[in-house]
């Protein structure tokens, strides 16, 4: 979900071993000395909701923390919108954005190809809609898995439900890639309600790890699709957010030879990483297949960390269509505009679920799901 990417696609709908991760354990001095991972870049983050830069097999992740204020009956803001620029609204005016939404907030219909979504709600409720009739409603740490593959339309809005006090949403969006092999691949959503997301004690001085993807000791989180290049467990592929308290330390232990290891550091004062003090809104390479000793300093942090073996093919991307060279691009507009993917089966662009906050996924098979 980003300014650039939506935007583009608003304009085309116009015309090694046996564990990946052994565990986030306390650091402390070991009898045999061992070598601990270096830092090995440190990029500055962008503002949000400006997209991160990521590495190989990433393609980017956005981070989005508005504030909402109380919900009217049309689950929109109770607040004027005079001055905004509605349609794209980005500029986080009283700390809030209505994006594309034009009476919710959120990102109407839009199409993707090419890779995958993945998006984590940390606060909040989203409002899924897509192309194959499928629907959701997840947030309060559910995650969605959506394979784009050959061509898919789908919708994310915020419904802010609650009119007697405010309604912060939290989320990540990553990108992921797909490899050529999987590109035309049938798109597929899948669910991982909160309680299915593996937590694990990141330190006895405090905090926790929340695994999205990718094993950590004995917690393994529910697979992803299958034709993810995550599905391939040489892929190394993970998805973790960190917590720590105040000079809470722990240690990352190492990943497979080859994988490639980034922490986002969003929300601290300073940490101490493989020996550096780096304070927060970076990104900070390090390398992945040797231990990685963490320091917080006296401020509580929140890091997301992504990993996994590159893909390494050529990427040739245009708005929400992500191929391997640019006249697959232009076969991808051309297939939207003539196909649709699908067409659109719900009455509006913007659809949302109604005003009872109950989280469930309605999927194309007819099949529902509710967490608990």
Known sequence: MTELNRRDAIRVVVGAGAALYTGCQPGKKDAVMEETAEVTGIVELPPSPTPWPTRDPFLFCVHHLDLYPKGNAECGPRASLQGRQ?????????GWRMYHGMTVPGFPSHPHRGFETVTVV?????????SMGAAARYGEGDVQWLTAGAGIQHSEMFPLLKQDESNPVELFQIWLNLPKRNKFAKPHFSMLWDHQVPTLQASPEGGEIRVVAGALHDAVPGSPPPDSWASDPQS???????RLEANAQCRLPPAKPGTLRSLYFFAGSHMQVGGQSIGSGHRI???????????????????????????????????????????EIQ??????????FGGWPWDKRDPVHGREPGRFALFADGRREEPG
Do not use: C, K
């Open 122 to 130: 940390r606060q909040g409720l989203l409002d899924h809609a897509d």
């Open 86 to 94: 509605m349609g794209q609204d980005f500029a986080g005016v009283d």
């Open 285 to 327: 390479d390090v390398e992945a297949d040797r231990v990685l000793p963490i320091q917080n300093a006296s401020t509580p942090a929140q890091v997301l960390v992504l990993q996994g073996r590159p893909i390494a093919e050529p990427v040739a991307q245009h708005g929400p269509f992500v191929m391997n060279s640019t006249r």
């Open 331 to 340: 076969q991808a507009i051309f297939d939207y505009q003539r196909t649709q």
């Open 236 to 242: 190394d592929v993970a998805i973790w957010t960190l």
